[in-house]
């Protein structure tokens, strides 16, 4: 496959992406109050074509105060919605059939790097075995409790190590490959 489907994510050391509310309010600031920096995130944007993500993540994502995905492919996933929000349907399409299909139509189309985004969303790449690989920024709080990042994945998944850095803010990030 030529397509490249990547993750670019942020975990508590516990494994959450979010609160159980859906608040990100514990990446806003490092342990010493100061202003978390981009962490790769601008070079790996400017890399993708587009952006597949679930419902609930488009839903956080149009709450923020600034759309973040100018000039770029949005691809919302979901069963329930018939069609994207009117105030919301020239920043984004709607797709609610198989990931895996999704993938060969992207392809087809000329899309060459994906960025998916999303916990279940990134689940159901995972376990269709279509990811590429994943970066993961963990953070250094336990939360508890919240939005698991792999809750639903039952099946071994193999990875090889392509690059791990820290930074200052105590923040560690790990890029991996997935092996087929």
């Not at 105030?87 to 060459?112: H, I, M, W």
């Not at 809750?151 to 791990?164: A, F, G, P, T, V």
Request: aromatic content about 12%; hydrophobic content about 40%.
């Amino acid at each position: 496959m030529d397509i490249k489907l990547s993750v670019f994510i942020a975990a508590s050391l516990d494994g959450y992406i979010a609160r159980h509310n859906g608040k990100l309010d514990w990446l806003e600031t490092t342990s010493s109050g100061n202003q978390i920096e981009d962490y790769g995130y601008e070079d790996f944007y400017g890399s993708v074509d587009c952006i597949v993500m679930g419902r609930n993540t488009f839903e956080k994502v149009v709450s923020f105060p600034k759309w973040r995905y100018h000039n770029k492919r949005v691809i919302v996933l979901s069963r329930r919605w018939t069609q994207i929000p009117d105030q919301f349907a020239d920043r984004a399409s709607l797709y609610s059939g198989k990931v895996e299909l999704l993938t060969v139509e992207l392809q087809n189309q000329g899309v060459k790097h994906v960025y998916v985004d999303g916990g279940v969303t990134i689940q159901s790449f995972m376990q269709q075995q279509l990811l590429t690989n994943i970066t993961i920024t963990q953070v250094p709080i336990i939360l508890g409790k919240g939005i698991p990042l792999f809750s639903m994945i039952r099946d071994e998944q193999k990875l090889e190590l392509i690059n791990s850095r820290s930074f200052d803010s105590g923040f560690v990030q790990a890029s991996y490959r997935f092996l087929r």
